[in-house]
């Protein structure tokens, strides 16, 4: 067993795990932080996306001990003072999800694509972004539509396609 040392959601917590424990079970076994999904455990769907130091990350591409030492934000801390975080609330205002299986994820790496785009985003870019994300359900439109609005809200802007 290997000590895991994280700050999660903002709180500092310690845990055991197996070498081999993926980051994705810890959060979810250990810690109880179960809006983090196992999809495919093999990186192609993107429902395991959480933070780690600020960046989008498949968690079950990374080991619990690799991320000690880590911030880890999940879709359960994402929240701003208690109100939904902007991309949650713009999901929720554009219909971006049905069984919501997808969406913790879907959602932490728009937040990170939101980030890391200043200039802000146009339909192509996001459509690109997100296809580490795999949905079954929507068709991707209102999840797109819903990522260009908090991108606007959030002060990004959006920008048109050339």
């Avoid at 424990?21 to 990186?43: A, I, M, P, Q, Y």
């Avoid at 079950?60 to 911030?71: D, P």
């Avoid at 785009?117 to 999840?143: F, K, M, Q, S």
């Amino acid at each position: 067993m290997a000590k895991v040392e994280l700050v999660v959601n903002g709180r500092a917590v310690k845990g055991e795990a197996e070498d081999r424990t993926l980051l994705v079970h810890f959060l979810r076994e250990n810690l109880g932080l179960t809006g983090t999904h196992v999809g495919c455990d093999t990186s192609q769907c993107g429902a395991c996306v959480v933070h780690v130091d600020g960046r989008a990350v498949k968690s079950c591409t990374m080991l619990a001990v690799q991320a000690s030492g880590a911030e880890v934000t999940t879709i359960e801390g994402i929240a701003l003072n208690g109100e939904l975080h902007p991309v949650q609330a713009a999901f929720r205002e554009h219909h971006g999800l049905q069984c919501g299986f997808c969406t913790p994820g879907m959602i932490m790496s728009s937040v990170d694509m939101i980030r890391r785009h200043p200039e802000g985003l146009d339909e192509a870019t996001v459509r690109a972004e997100l296809e580490g994300n795999i949905c079954r359900c929507t068709g991707y439109h209102n999840i797109v539509q819903a990522v260009l609005d908090a991108s606007e809200k959030m002060g990004k802007g959006a920008v048109k396609a050339a």
